[in-house]
């Protein structure tokens, strides 16, 4: 009998197959929270600026971060090998597209024609039409040539594009989708695309060819450029955003050199189909399955000793639509941080497991402070608030001497990713210089304690057993291409 992809899952999901976590994760997460009660607690009984103690744990931390990141990045110095078509062209695996859908007829035609335009494109392209109640049917109708199919079937191949399909759905989340519609493909690489982003024109090569050169590759993701409104708001978050996702992206490169990469993003990923199946594919019950995914292909790969690759490719980038208010913005961090915490709770067995390797004793044990993290944020802020408030000039004038320090290390770390960044990307990205001067100066004070705040909020929707997504209204996108 076929073993399903539901079967696969049962199999091996943490979730519904819980480890014990060992002594090493039971002391890190026992030692990251007692840190923080004692750090906290010494403001009331310390005088000076250790009062501030639990500020200064913050800054170590993320400084000690950027320094392992600026080493393990280092390789990106050296300009990126450009293969010439006729190098790779022979014998790529095929690639099947899967573009989750949910009620984003605006914008699903600017994803498509990004599509259409590939370089050795896609052998099929899956509309995964999950439950859309907008204009999707008449759209894809009207304009695409497909047929209406029966709920849970594949259409006919579309009359006017070529290896166009649509997967009509009842409405159960992106994470249902994908899994009915890897189900129904069969191509060497599964590349889920997000319904609001668009591939550069030379991406599927990239992540094709990066397939054909390694074959323990199960998974890659490519560069993300995001893109919001042209209101004030969504300038203004376009801004902080665009250099949040380079140094994030630069940091992903210098997981992955340390054999430890845990996120791909699911709005632009690529996977060997192969490895999909064994592991379930994605699970619907976590707020980001594309995070979780991830974690379940490293264990299966050492539980098996398979020797599984994950990548992130300078080479293969897309736009996609971000959000362009601060309610916008504040939902979709509560949601990545919650689904992060899900994905850290049922994995805790593979915290300080030397069994994982650098995944096991270094990657999940950062993680484990980042979950955390925004609170130290958000309580040495409040401290310095308070100290203010009081007048307490002994303590405030050494914190702000040490905040001035660590704002010029982030300073030429930012200014540093941005260039390596350039680099990498191979100088397409768009990074003005004097724009990242200016979000390096304010951002501390300003977007990085937003995103504290949401991703506090975050523990507040992972406690209380939050599953909505929220409803995202983003016009990024059609701004920027709707009037091609």
């Not at 199919?149 to 290896?163: C, D, I, R, Y």
């Not at 995001?226 to 902080?240: D, H, Y």
């Not at 040495?380 to 009081?390: D, G, H, I, K, R």
């Amino acid at each position: 009998m076929k073993r399903t992809l539901q079967d696969a899952f049962d199999a091996v999901s943490p979730r519904l197959n819980p480890r014990r976590a060992g002594w090493p994760a039971i002391l890190i997460h026992t030692a990251v929270f007692l840190l923080w009660v004692m750090l906290f607690a010494r403001a009331f009984f310390l005088h000076g600026w250790l009062a501030w103690s639990v500020g200064v744990a913050y800054i170590v931390y993320d400084t000690l971060l950027l320094m392992f990141v600026a080493a393990r990045s280092i390789k990106l110095v050296r300009p990126p090998v450009v293969l010439s078509r006729t190098d790779i062209a022979a014998g790529l695996p095929s690639l099947g597209v899967i573009v989750a859908s949910h009620n984003e007829a605006a914008v699903l035609t600017i994803t498509l024609r990004g599509l259409f335009a590939q370089i050795e494109g896609p052998a099929k392209i899956v509309i995964a039409d999950d439950g859309s109640t907008d204009g999707t049917a008449l759209l894809l109708n009207q304009s695409y040539g497909l047929t209406t199919p029966e709920e849970g079937q594949l259409s006919a191949m579309s009359t006017t594009h070529p290896h166009l399909y649509w997967l009509r759905l009842p409405h159960g989340g992106k994470a249902r989708a994908l899994n009915v519609a890897i189900d129904l493909l069969d191509t060497d690489i599964v590349m889920t695309v997000d319904a609001d982003t668009r591939l550069a024109d030379d991406a599927v090569l990239a992540m094709r060819s990066a397939f054909l050169a390694e074959p323990m590759l199960v998974a890659a993701t490519g560069i993300l450029v995001p893109i919001c409104n042209k209101t004030l708001s969504g300038r203004v978050m376009q801004a902080f955003q665009t250099y949040e996702y380079i140094r994030n992206f630069i940091a992903r490169f210098a997981w992955m050199n340390a054999h430890s990469l845990l996120l791909v993003s699911g709005a632009f990923a690529s996977f060997r189909r192969d490895a999909l199946c064994r592991v379930g594919g994605f699970d619907p019950h976590c707020l980001t399955e594309d995070y979780e995914l991830i974690h379940r292909l490293h264990r299966y790969s050492v539980d098996n000793d398979l020797g599984w690759q994950v990548r992130v490719l300078g080479n293969a980038q897309a736009l996609t639509d971000a959000p362009g208010t601060l309610g916008s913005f504040m939902r979709q961090r509560r949601r990545w941080f919650a689904g992060f915490l899900q994905t850290q709770y049922w994995n805790q067995d593979m915290v300080g497991n030397r069994r994982y390797r650098t995944l096991g004793t270094l990657m999940l044990p950062v993680k484990s402070f980042d979950t955390v993290q925004p609170i130290y944020g958000l309580t040495a802020f409040v401290l310095l608030l308070m100290f203010l408030v009081e007048r307490h000039g002994s303590i405030v004038v050494p914190i702000f001497s040490i905040i001035s320090l660590k704002i010029l290390i982030d300073f030429a770390y930012h200014l540093w990713t941005v260039h390596l960044y350039q680099r990498w990307t191979g100088g397409r990205a768009h990074t003005p210089m004097g724009m990242a001067i200016l979000i390096a100066l304010i951002e501390p004070f300003s977007f990085q304690l937003l995103r504290h705040f949401s991703a506090t909020w975050g523990w507040v929707y992972f406690l209380s057993g939050g599953r909505a997504w929220g409803r995202q209204h983003r016009t990024g996108l059609t701004s920027a291409h709707g009037e091609e």
